[in-house]
């Protein structure tokens, strides 16, 4: 079903879903550390212009439904370099799934960003300057073909 009519509940449901999965609780809390703040900031975030199409976003979360990124792991033979924040809302490095299923590929392994105040949560790893460092001096040590 195609959604020709961009509904108006779209930009609040991802203003909030966004809230509660990405963001990082120390960058959200050096952004609107008051309730006035908080205010101010999710008022923005209301009325700000939604770009995005609806049809996209569902397609983008229809398409997760049945995907499980553990299958075939083992299979995996490039060099894998994973990178995590600590303060990652959708994929918790506290539950440890990462390093667990991380050891089922032979060449990976795992960059962990330290969360603070500056990081965002799971929009983190889209910030290259948490990592760049990182994939370049892991980039150095993967053979050539």
Request: net charge neutral; aromatic share 8%.
């Amino acid at each position: 079903m195609e959604i020709n009519i961009q509904p108006k509940s779209a930009l609040f449901a991802q203003v909030y879903y966004n809230f509660a999965t990405n963001g990082g609780n120390q960058s959200l809390q050096r952004q609107a550390g008051t309730r006035d703040a908080a205010e101010k900031l999710l008022e923005a975030r209301l009325t700000a212009r939604y770009t995005a199409d609806a049809n996209d976003n569902l397609y983008q979360w229809d398409s997760s439904r049945d995907y499980d990124p553990q299958t075939g792991l083992d299979r995996i033979q490039s060099h894998v370099l994973a990178i995590n924040s600590a303060d990652d809302e959708r994929n918790p490095p506290e539950l440890g799934v990462m390093e667990r299923e991380l050891r089922r590929i032979k060449n990976a392994r795992l960059h962990l960003v330290p969360a603070s105040d500056q990081t965002a949560g799971h929009g983190t790893t889209a910030q290259a300057r948490w990592w760049k460092s990182e994939l370049e001096a892991f980039l150095a040590t993967v053979p050539r073909r």
